[in-house]
């Protein structure tokens, strides 16, 4: 079974030093829906600055092969 590692930055202390086991790809995919919901989840306040996160998903060769990009920021009345 492939492994894939899931990188967390801003937050170097979530790099993924020893991986996953999953079935394939699209399987990696939805892993990291779900990793990225339960950061923003976690994150509370400190998610909300505009920052960029981003969830970065490697395979077993060291290839980057897909990522998760999200932010969140308060807005003021009438900002689009």
């Known amino acids: 079974m492939p492994r894939y590692f899931f990188n967390v930055y801003p937050d170097s202390a979530e790099l993924d030093r020893e ?17 990225a919901g339960e950061i923003m989840r976690d994150l509370g306040r400190r998610f909300w600055t505009g ?3 981003r969830l970065d ?12 990009r999200f932010s969140a920021r308060e807005v003021a009345d009438g900002e689009l």
């Open 19 to 35: 991986g996953t086991e999953i079935a394939d790809s699209y399987e990696a995919q939805a892993e990291a829906v779900r990793m």
């Open 57 to 68: 998903v490697i395979d077993a060769e060291g290839n980057r092969i897909f990522v998760v």
């Open 51 to 53: 920052e960029e996160w």
